[in-house]
């Protein structure tokens, strides 16, 4: 009965340095989403993926960020180059269906993302 | 600019009594909507849904009333209980899912 499944909890990466986040979804479930949020903010939406399709990135800086979600493995969120201000917690949740359907997103418990 | 919006930073209740979170949200588009719990360090997690053809969705001690009219969603929770201590994320779809900033419920013994 795995849920959403994402390594690392804990992540510390020197300014300049790359980040790689990973998240496995709930078993039968094809569509992943990153959310973003930042000390005392909200969830902020960064992407949502299908295998091998990004489908909406409009909440994805445009530099230095990038997601994929391959045929095979877990989905990756990329931060290259990393600064102070990527210091967040990043959360991946899946769902079975697409977003038409009223199905609630189940989320991970977050990958913690310090830049130092 | 947020179209989602939780006005109350916190709010704390007396254990057995009614909590009641709001949500007001701007995008008349939005069609499901969703409350979301979330402890320290841990993902949130689903708690209830309402769809916009809906104005009342009950799950055990857990309601949440939709007002079109007044782009206005609450949860309320009743009994409280010490366990239901924690943030609520309001959130609402038009092709993705957009969070509130959350509330922090505190119950008080």
Redesign the interface.
């Known amino acids: 009965n795995a849920g959403?499944m994402?390594n690392p909890r804990h992540l510390v990466r020197r300014r300049g340095q790359e980040a790689r986040l990973r998240c496995s979804p709930m078993k039968g479930h094809s569509h992943v989403?990153w959310?973003r949020q930042l000390p005392?903010?909200?969830?902020?939406?960064m992407v949502?993926l299908q295998k091998e399709n990004i489908i909406?990135e409009?909440g994805m800086p445009k530099e230095r960020f990038s997601a994929e979600f391959p045929k095979e493995g877990p989905s990756i969120l990329r931060i290259q180059q990393v600064v102070r201000g990527d210091s967040a917690a990043y959360?991946c949740?899946s769902s079975p269906d697409t977003?038409q359907y009223?199905s609630?997103?189940?989320?991970?418990?977050?990958t913690r993302l310090t830049v130092t | 600019d947020q179209q989602?919006k939780?006005n109350s930073p916190s709010l704390s209740v007396q254990e057995g009594r009614i909590s009641i979170l709001n949500c007001d949200y701007t995008n008349s588009m939005f069609d499901?909507f969703?409350w979301?719990k979330k402890y320290p360090?841990?993902?949130?997690?689903?708690l209830i849904?309402i769809?916009s053809i809906k104005d009342k969705n009950e799950d055990g001690r857990f309601t949440v009333f939709l007002n079109k009219s007044a782009k206005h969603l609450s949860l309320h929770i009743v009994p409280s209980q010490p366990g239901d201590s924690a943030v609520y994320?309001c959130a609402a779809?038009d092709?993705?899912?957009?969070?509130?900033?959350?509330t922090r419920l505190h119950i008080l013994p």
Do not use: C, M, W
């Open positions: 959403v994402q989403y959310y005392e903010e909200g969830l902020k939406f949502y909406d409009s959360f949740a977003p009223n609630p997103l189940h989320f991970g418990n977050g | 989602v939780q499901y969703l979301y360090a841990e993902g949130p997690t689903f849904s769809s994320f779809r092709d993705k899912i957009i969070f509130g900033k959350g």
